[in-house]
């Protein structure tokens, strides 16, 4: 979720669960340890429980960085063994260390060593010509064994050569029941799905298969992104307490102070905007609640009004729609 996922996007989606865990895009070390600590892993307090996923291959460095997000508050430390980008691959990291499992043991006990909060892996269930069968198992127990508190397993395969990063979130097939098996193998591991959960009914669903152990969570990106509106059910399907806000319109009002905040420190109305174009699927007016934020909020000086302006395109077209029914 890398250029996503970032404080305002976190903010906004906070606004929705108060129980899910939120992660970061992931960070580099060299980032962490060399570029601008506040611009890159600072935070809001209203966005936690917060984890930071890093991107490293050296143990020294990425213990020194999770000391650092340590300190910044971060609950959990997260290690990227997953990501499968051009730009990920020349650094040594992400996907490309599903095939140093040693490594990557090194790199958890190493951040163990450094911090008292949790450190867990996201990883794939293999890369290219790997056997999942025997890749993920090697990793796992490789990091297992050196403290990793939970795993989150991106059900698919990455193919490091041949496929663009959109490709292998989407091509590569999914392959559940090796996240179930390696569950069953490893009944004690706290480990969650990731990869191709499009609704949280699905998501529950594949926690909890007919015909195999119950996993322990699920991680969701693109669907929560892309469809934010969906976080207002995760607390009452996964924790069993009543949703934070009643719907949509109740988020963005709860959103805006926030946004004028954020406007008086200096960001542009589209750098926030674009986290909430996903609202509303379905209903008569998104098309132009989409179009309005878009083609105003850029503008030099656009204000919260833009967002109020956005909104009222789809109590109008409700409303129309209504009385037409009527």
């Known amino acids: 979720m890398m250029d996503w996922t970032d404080r305002d996007c976190r903010v906004f989606h906070r606004l929705m669960t108060r129980h899910a865990l939120l992660y970061t895009e992931m960070v580099t070390t060299g980032a962490v340890l060399h570029g601008d600590r506040e611009r890159l892993i600072g935070f809001d307090a209203a966005e936690q429980p917060l984890a930071v996923q ?4 050296e143990p020294g460095e990425l213990a020194e960085a999770a000391r650092i997000c340590a300190a910044f508050g971060y609950r ?8 499968p980008s051009d730009r990920v691959q020349s650094g040594r990291f992400g996907a490309c260390l599903m095939r140093e499992p040693e490594l990557v043991a090194a790199c958890v006990a190493a951040m163990k060593d450094a911090v008292d909060v949790p450190v867990t892996v996201k990883c794939r269930i293999g890369v290219d010509e790997q056997d999942p069968e025997v890749a993920l198992d090697q990793l796992a127990d490789a990091v297992v064994a050196a403290g990793a508190e939970r795993l ?7 193919w490091l050569q041949g496929l663009s990063p959109k490709d292998n979130r989407e091509i590569p097939p999914l392959d559940y029941g090796r996240v179930h098996r390696l569950k069953a193998r490893l009944p004690h591991v706290p480990i969650l799905l990731n990869g191709g959960l499009r609704t949280l009914e699905e998501a529950h669903a594949a926690m909890h298969p007919a ?23 995760v607390d009452p399907l996964f924790f069993g307490t009543p949703a934070p806000l009643a719907d949509a319109f109740a988020v963005v009002e709860a959103y805006l102070p926030y946004v004028e905040r954020r406007l008086g420190e200096g960001v542009r109305l589209n750098q926030l905007t674009r986290h909430i174009l996903g609202l509303f699927p379905g209903r008569p007016g998104a098309r132009q609640f989409r179009r309005h934020l878009a083609t105003e909020a850029c503008k030099r000086g656009a204000g919260p009004e833009v967002i109020v302006e956005a909104v009222a395109h789809v109590r109008r077209e409700m409303a129309r729609r209504e009385v037409e029914a009527a």
């Not at 890093?54 to 291959?57: A, K, P, V």
């Not at 959990?76 to 990501?83: A, K, M, Q, T």
């Not at 989150?152 to 990455?158: D, F, L, M, N, P």
């Open 54 to 57: 890093l991107g490293g291959s």
């Open 76 to 83: 959990e430390i997260n290690l990227n063994v997953g990501c």
């Open 152 to 158: 989150i397993v991106h059900a698919r395969k990455a």
């Open 211 to 233: 015909d195999g152990p119950a996993l322990d969570g699920v991680m969701l990106g693109r669907a929560a992104y892309q469809n934010p509106e969906i976080l207002l059910g």
